[in-house]
């Protein structure tokens, strides 16, 4: 069973406890599902849960972390506390599902608050995706783009890239994909709500170029775990949403992680579900130079989108013909 979340654009936070379902727009040409999802993922995430039973270790439930009546202060400090286990993530053996397109074999990265490198690939055609961030920039590649490119974008200048423009989502929220969430300072936290299944919510107002953004996040109301994060413009627009599942103690760490991740982006009609197999945290990568680094694939252009003559054009049977540089618009 499936489900949308909330609208937060009002006060109240009652009509969050019965997440309104909204029908998806028709799914993109397979090319642009596929170049879309690699951006979903690079800037900036389940079923129905039954609680207790997906967060578990070996056979045990995990404990109570969070006290009855529960603050916004304590659970804030609860979130963070697991998040800060985690100094490095490694997760060698991955799936990622993306409706329309056959299963990839993943390896996942991650080293707060911004390195972070996804890259996936088949038996049969060698690497497809490479997506990743460094403490500088973040870049994306992927195999099947037409016309052949890199592209890039420091951090700096994302607040002005063509990278905004297509999914305001930043790439120091990359390890919230993996479940290590993080309550900024600079935001303005609400909450915890009370909602009629359990769980608790808190709801963030984010500055952006565009407007103050709102993030909603639902937390298990005994554990303290992030179950879902939904990601909404200035205007109420449902921008991004992530869900996570199969919560299990890292035994390394002692971190509670999640084995499953759903992200759905509604404007795109993108969906994608990240099984993660085995991880280990807090050992050294094998080559931490090699991993962070921008990689270069031969016969693909690096593209900077900070570039104010870049445009990505929109979907289309190719990629749109002009003079260099290049309107980039994925195939089908």
Known sequence: ??????????????????????????????????????LAIATSGASCPQYLKGYQYGALPLPRTLPANATLEQIIQVVHDNTSRVRTYMAPQATLSVPGVPKLSAQVA???????????????????????????????????????VLLFCRHDQYAESSARRLL????????????????????????????????????????SPEGNLTRSTLLDGTTGLVLEQHLFSPTGERLASVRTSKHRVDQNSGAALPRSVEVSW???????????????????SGDPGL????????????VDLADPSVMLGPPGPGPQASPPPPTFAPSP
């Open 110 to 148: 991650c080293e707060p608050p911004r390195r972070f490198r996804l890259r996936a690939q088949t038996s049969v055609t060698g690497s497809e995706l490479d997506i990743g961030s460094n403490d500088e920039l973040f870049w994306l590649w992927i195999r099947r783009h037409e016309p052949p």
């Open 1 to 38: 069973m499936r489900t949308s979340p909330a609208h937060p654009a009002e006060p109240s936070g009652s009509h969050l406890s019965q997440p309104a379902r909204h029908p998806l727009p028709p799914r993109p040409p397979r090319g642009l599902l596929l170049a879309t999802l690699v």
């Open 291 to 302: 991993l962070w680094q921008m990689p270069a694939y031969e016969g693909y252009q690096p």
């Open 266 to 284: 509604p404007s795109s009609g993108i969906e994608f579900q990240l099984d993660i197999a085995s991880l280990t945290t807090n050992t050294p």
């Open 168 to 207: 305001p989502l930043k790439a120091d929220w990359m390890p919230e994909l993996l479940g290590l969430v993080s309550f900024s300072p600079d935001d303005q936290h609400q909450g915890p709500f009370p909602m009629a299944d359990g769980r608790l919510e808190i709801r963030s107002v984010i500055h």
